[in-house]
């Protein structure tokens, strides 16, 4: 069967067949959302093995007790099930033509097409559109068109509300009421279990033949955890059948939920749902496509020429904003950045570093009040944090490594995957052990608070966060034989090695936190002391911070060996060297995990992601170009980058090596993580951290951009087959645009109102 | 699409094609168990719709407060599925030819065998065979194999244990251990989330090709709620591969479970999973068809003979046998019968005065330990039914209308359906107020008593039954302005009347009852006084005995009209008289709801089934054959049989007024119930009380077999084209064998332990 989900041209993300066995791949790559709901885009009829997920951004629940909490996956509007002459329409009966199915990533306007002729020889031509509208952030909007092709038909069409989905079988809400309204209007009510979250979803059906309207009436069911309605129709050869569908979606966890109980909802929602089924769905869709141009593509629009792979280049960063749009809850500060933002149920919904390592970045350069609630998040989770500290024996704010909804704490689960040796469930020690977090919550903050000029953030929030991750690191050291400071018993990044000491990008990070608490904590008392005595009184900054000078002063920082390589931890480089081809060729991720248990692969010189290198990445001036280089050369070989947060630091690395043909063969490969021709990879959703990483492929790598000691820094380094790119930052509250060539490089300060200086190629320059 | 899934030979049901439309009707029809657990025969590959249910009896749990429990779907071991040269084996796709798809039931044995091509042209012969042993409870065993047919073929199987099952969305269970052991059995445990009992799952696969065994190494994966291997082996044409697959099921429910806690039943399971593997698939389905003939055929058989109708219904009889046999939880008295059985999620898995009326029965005649049972099952739930009393404010035993686990009381739904005016949820009055449930446990007790001659179950339990309900009675009846009592506002067996005084069904059964507890007081006081005293004290007989007697003396009880018809209610002769011709034509139940609300329903003379006429057929003596005459002619007109329990009383009735030609017609319909040619009866599952009822048809109605005041009755009826029914009848602890022809009634006991009495054709026999 010819597959090519990714046809790809300008806007467009196309598929021209369809493969009922992956159907993964293309619900999760064309995912649509908001920000408040993401909405995978499984097709209207239903096929074995479907994922129909419709997620809203912070409504966690947690099924039972020994579970974590995750995001629930609500009731499902977007199935229509079709009969045609009696039988049921679907792509791997009968014979089908013409096939597309498109997401329009300018418009965030997903459609289909097909010529079907049933296995009884009727014809029809199938279509449909669907939006998730960035304007209206409850709602959504899809047609259904059938046109009877050559022949009669009588056409039967179920439509309705279904909350009998799960998560991989787990149930998180029970049922509510169930009602229809003037035989039309289809309302269900379901309660997430634990959490008693409410959502209340409605629908309504619309229906033209030929553009008239015409009025269908309604065979309501109800049933448990369902209502739905059939329609019957007898279409004339030639005639088509329109039927629009309108839903919306709102939940009592709602910023704009006002009380006093659901039933307030309930009427409310009803009403919306009237107004947006009154203005039809061209004009709910074109007004969700202006949102799109005016909250993206024409705020940080991003070009890029040069030879015929460029264009895919191009779509592969514009794919990248769209997903960052999607799955960004910019519109509440309550809520962050799941691994698979809102297109599966992959990590159950919960934000991890992935946020300020690879995410912040393009948020705080193109969308800085996004990236403030993403940082007034970690703030509001402070409590969490401080209790994690103090359940695990230490002081300050711990971040969960896994953060779902703010008084969760750590929703990491104890326990994923069985050992093939074994036979046994593998426990994950990062939720336990896996404590860089903090020092990467820290770096964010201070990262936003510079970038975006914020002090306002920094001085409600910044300045706290950094000073009381550095209250934990203080807290959290083991003192060695040597007098030494030291980091025992962790996991770095590279989660291969677990229960190492002194990893080298954790001591790095806590000694960089415990430095910028003591940094800040000296400003702010000579500076600003007002704030200074608030912080004080709320963190004990003045018993604290000979801690961080005692922590930052001893702290056991690894030096390069003899041959100029940064050692990983205390233990890697004693491993053993395997050759890693066999691995390296796999076209799936963790191989090594069927022939080789946990225990095992520790012992040996493998990489899931080079953790060193990520250091190199953000704390540039740390080490020599030699040792930046050997280590480089070092880790590379090692590296299986079996973490999908690998491939683009590497492919900034690279650039910043110098080796652009690998930087782009590394900016190629993140790109096919999810757009590549790999069936499988997003099956439980796209890989949010890695859109970032494409981003900073593009933008950090290529274009050369790093904010570097507080300054704007671009030294570019285009790809060999691409002549131009341009794009646009917002520095400090100025907007930058950036062109750079293959022997130009220019900045325009598209806000004029204030001055920008920056170096570019070494060579400061004011706009 | 041809469809015949009812071809009957023999014992053979059989389906000649595959319609995935209408998947539910051999799930159900076709279900496997042996009365600890229901296994719904799903097929091996999976389609869209399917509803693959293993319910294990008295399993039940509740998914959250404001439901009721229900059975839960446990994990499924049956979907196997099997790639053709990567091509997912599916008649849906490609083109199949010689299928077939059987259920045995003297063998309790499911074979499939289809001919399939796939879309891109290989052939295979598909066969499977499954069992739910009868004689190991525990067991599940079943055989895929495959023939490559004219080519070699590259075979995938996946197969494992799926617990991502749910009921119609609602999960019932924690995810617990999952676990490998020797590369090769596969374990699950899971727990139910309310009532904490823990299942253990176990399976194990086995392979041959051509006869001789090959080891397939084992791909195993373990997800969410899932434990799977993958196996791949390639075939030359003319080879053919066989799956053998394992499975148990056990629950710290099971009787036999001894704790001390799950880890034992993961061990013990195990152990029994290897016994079963090493005795290979035919000697364990031997094994079970040898418990079937030995529990079921040999036991009470039943012969008929005539033309060639004859030979259907012969099946019928059977095919209601052999789901008898598979629904009762004849080991464990601590359960009772569903109203599916174990075929379906239909009504939870509780048990209702279904089981006294149309089940009893059959089992007080063929198997009488199982009877006992079930009414111990009663009394063990007395608790519960005092309870009810009281919280209604009455006194003695108020029994839950429908039933579940024995301290779970009353497990009615409050709401079920959609009003198809007001669009709001319809209350369910019956467990509030259908009440005749009481009466009904009481009189099943005494038929039980009295048909099986258990004085050491009436002493035990059945006097008690018998009199806390008459105490419940006594406490509950209504003083009317006419000095008389009344019983207002309930609901009868018709439950279309709601809310009505005087119910036929409901005040002359409590009369019953009443009257039933003063005749045994007066006898045991004389007779036991022993017995009497120890009754006394628990039941307080003395201060009750006044109370039975007055309300048993005052109770108002309907009498006929002047033209001889018994009124059902006080309000339904007053009703509105409607032509029911159109819902009569249709070829679904309830129809009529999708016309008028149920509270217009209640103004017409309509009856889901007329519960006069159940009154006749339980208490024959209570009216002269003019006034059962008319009553039959007014009430057969006005009544829909939207009650699958209504046909067969009707039928039985029928042969008592001499109507013949009508009381086969009515037994006919009664078999379509669940073998007829509508395809979406028994997508919940199968009809458990009208099996009992196909059996009373038959025995009680053409055999004319009925216990009268104490004494066995025969007064047979053939229909005209039967030359001949044989059938086998345990009276007493006797066994007795009777055969009818046209002209003659031969009984003969086959015990011969002690003289039986009986009354054929009005004259006195002794054999």
Redesign the interface.
């Known amino acids: 069967m010819g597959m090519n989900y990714s046809r790809i041209s300008d806007w467009i993300l196309g598929e021209d067949s369809f493969d009922p066995?992956h159907l993964g791949k293309c619900e999760a790559v064309m995912s649509l959302g908001n920000g408040y709901m993401g909405l995978r885009s499984a097709t209207e009829e239903?096929?074995?093995g479907e994922t129909r997920d419709l997620l809203v951004a912070g409504s966690f629940n947690k099924?039972?007790p020994?579970?974590v909490t995750e995001l629930p996956n609500a009731a499902d509007v977007t199935a229509i099930t079709l009969w045609v002459d009696g039988e049921?329409f679907?792509l791997?009966?009968g014979t089908s033509s013409g096939y597309s199915r498109e997401l329009n990533i300018r418009t965030g306007e997903l459609t289909r097409r097909v010529r079907w002729t049933s296995p009884g020889g009727k014809h029809i031509l199938f279509s449909s559109r669907r939006i998730v509208s960035l304007a209206r952030q409850h709602d959504i909007a899809m047609t259904v068109s059938v046109t009877a092709e050559e022949n009669d038909v009588a056409l039967k069409i179920r439509s309705g509300i279904n909350?009998?989905?799960?998560n991989?079988?787990?149930?998180h809400f029970?049922?509510g009421?169930?009602?229809?309204?003037d035989?039309k209007y289809l309302q269900l009510v379901e309660r997430t279990?634990q959490s008693g979250i409410d959502f209340v979803i409605n629908a309504v059906h619309r229906f033209s033949v030929n553009g008239d309207a015409v009025a269908l009436p309604a065979d309501?069911n109800?049933?448990?955890?369902?209502i739905y309605a059939d329609y019957t129709v007898a279409l004339k050869a030639g005639e088509c059948l329109t039927l629009e569908k309108y839903a919306n979606v709102h939940t009592t966890r709602d910023l704009d939920y006002a009380g006093p109980d659901v039933r307030a909802l309930q009427v409310q929602s009803l009403a919306s749902l009237r107004e947006s089924e009154s203005m039809g769905y061209s004009a709910l869709a074109a007004e969700s496509a202006a949102a799109w141009a005016e909250q993206v593509w024409d705020t940080t629009p991003i070009e890029i020429e040069g030879d015929e792979r460029s264009a895919r280049d191009l779509f592969a960063v514009r794919f990248a904003q769209y997903h960052m749009r999607v799955f960004v809850p910019s519109h509440d500060n309550r809520m962050n950045i799941g691994a698979k933002g809102l297109s599966g149920e992959g990590y159950k919904g919960h934000c991890f570093w992935d946020t300020e390592i690879f995410l912040l970045p393009y948020y705080m350069f193109s969308d800085p009040p996004a990236a403030r609630k993403l940082e007034e998040y970690r703030y509001l989770s402070l409590p969490g944090a401080r209790r994690k500290a103090a359940e695990n024996g230490y002081r300050g704010a711990m971040f969960p490594w896994e953060s779902a909804w703010l008084d969760d704490g750590e929703t990491c689960p104890l326990y994923a995957?069985?050992d093939?040796l074994t036979?046994?469930?593998i426990k994950v020690w990062s939720g336990i052990i896996e404590q860089h977090i903090s020092a990467d919550v820290a770096f964010g903050a201070w990262q936003y608070g510079v970038i975006c000029g914020d002090t306002d953030f920094m001085e409600r929030y910044g300045y706290e966060l950094i000073m009381d991750t550095a209250t934990f690191w203080a807290s959290r050291l083991d003192k060695g034989t040597d007098g030494l400071y030291h980091i025992n018993d962790v996991v770095g990044p590279d989660e291969y090695h677990e229960h190492v000491n002194d990893n080298a990008f954790t001591n790095y990070m806590a000694h960089w936190n415990l430095c910028k608490a003591l940094e800040y904590a000296d400003k702010l008392k000579r500076e600003s002391p007002a704030l200074y005595e608030r912080l004080d009184s709320r963190l004990d900054i003045e018993s604290n911070c000979p801690k961080w000078a005692e922590g930052a002063e001893k702290l056991y920082l690894p030096q390069p060996t003899a041959e100029h390589i940064l050692p990983m931890d205390d233990r890697f480089m004693q491993g053993e060297y395997i050759d890693l081809s066999k691995y390296k060729a796999q076209d799936f991720v963790g191989g090594i995990m069927k022939d080789y248990n946990l225990e095992q692969i520790q012992k040996l010189q493998v990489c899931k992601q080079a953790d060193c290198l990520v250091l190199f990445y953000l704390q540039e001036d740390l080490f020599s170009p030699e040792v930046r280089k050997a280590s480089w050369d070092y880790y590379v070989e090692r590296t299986l980058h079996d973490s999908s947060l690998s491939l683009s630091t590497h492919a900034v690395m690279a650039c910043d090596m110098g080796e652009e043909a690998m930087a782009y063969e590394l900016f190629r490969k993140s790109c096919e993580i999810d757009l590549g021709p790999v069936m499988t990879t997003s099956d439980s959703g796209i890989h949010a951290a890695s859109f970032g990483g494409i981003w900073q492929c593009v933008v950090f790598g290529f274009g050369g951009v790093r904010m570097h000691g507080g300054e704007l820094r671009i030294n570019p380094l285009l790809p060999k087959n691409w002549t131009r790119l341009g794009f646009t930052l917002i520095w400090q509250g100025e907007k930058l645009h950036v062109v750079v060539t293959g022997d130009s490089v220019t900045v325009k300060n598209l806000t004029g109102g204030k001055q920008v200086t920056l170096t570019v190629n070494g060579e400061k320059v004011t706009v």
Do not use: H
């Open positions: 066995a239903q096929y074995l099924f039972d020994d579970e049921r679907s791997d009966q909350a009998r989905m799960t991989t079988g787990s149930q029970s049922e009421e169930k009602r229809f309204y035989r279990t309501v109800i049933d448990r955890r369902i995957g069985t093939i036979g046994l469930p």
